[in-house]
């Protein structure tokens, strides 16, 4: 199975800074067709998990442009510019690339 | 517009089986898989299998193989899962989310609400 490892595992930002969380995958999640088959969930508490980002890098329908996606391979980071209260909740990652999808252990984001 | 809705808690014994609903609406059910993902209380995400709709595929992970079992209703859009020889282990929320067939990526863009299964003696 792809391992998935989050870091860091919590963090508390002020509003309107940026925060950025890393996802490493233990084998690589480039596919043949070019694309990393990695996504970025957010779960806002008391809710289900909402997709934030698909391929990487690719922004889902409806998410802001504040949330960002970067990297290739196994090293990934999920960007978060201008945080808002709203943006609480615990963030991650998972490989869309084989079976079992696996997902990373999460980070938790406070708003201070 | 797009919904998931699955069916409500569950309270069930140690050994007994449960069954969640997950039904569809707002798209075409036979052009997405559904997966089901589970959450222990204060943990994290775990997958545990995918069904296509269309031919009832359906792919579990290894550590859910012989007690889970995914099935669909075309006819009712609606795709269950059945969890049996429960342990205290399984108490979590369920999800399910979809995942378009034809193409990859925006997968699992919609989830359902979770339904809550606790098994106690």
């Known amino acids: 199975d792809i391992v998935m490892t989050q870091s860091p595992l919590s963090l508390a930002v002020t509003p309107g800074a940026s925060a950025s969380i890393s996802c490493r995958s233990s084998q690589s999640l480039r596919h043949n067709d070019g694309y990393n088959y990695l996504d970025w969930f957010l779960q806002k508490p008391g809710q289900s998990p909402q997709l934030l980002i698909y391929?990487?890098?690719d922004r889902a329908s409806g998410v802001p442009d504040r949330f960002s996606g970067s990297g290739s391979g196994t090293d990934f980071t999920l960007t978060i510019s201008r945080v808002e209260a709203e943006d609480v909740g615990v963030y991650y990652c998972m490989q869309a690339l084989q079976t079992p999808w696996t997902f990373g252990q999460g980070t938790k984001v406070e708003v201070k | 517009q797009v919904q998931l809705v699955q069916s409500g808690a569950a309270v069930k014994k140690p050994g007994a089986s449960v069954t969640i609903a997950c039904k569809a609406s707002?798209?075409?059910?036979?052009?997405?898989?559904i997966h089901w993902v589970r959450q222990a209380p204060g943990q994290g995400l775990e997958w545990l299998g995918i069904i296509n709709p269309s031919d009832a595929y359906t792919k579990y992970a290894q550590k859910f193989q012989g007690r889970l079992t995914l099935t669909g209703d075309t006819s009712t859009s609606t795709v269950f899962l059945e969890l049996s020889s429960l342990r205290s282990e399984d108490t979590a929320v369920y999800y399910c989310a979809r995942d378009l067939i034809l193409a990859a990526g925006n997968d699992f863009d919609y989830w359902g609400q979770g339904t809550l299964v606790t098994v106690s003696s």
């Open positions: 391929f990487g890098s």
């Open positions: 707002g798209y075409t059910f036979t052009t997405y898989y």
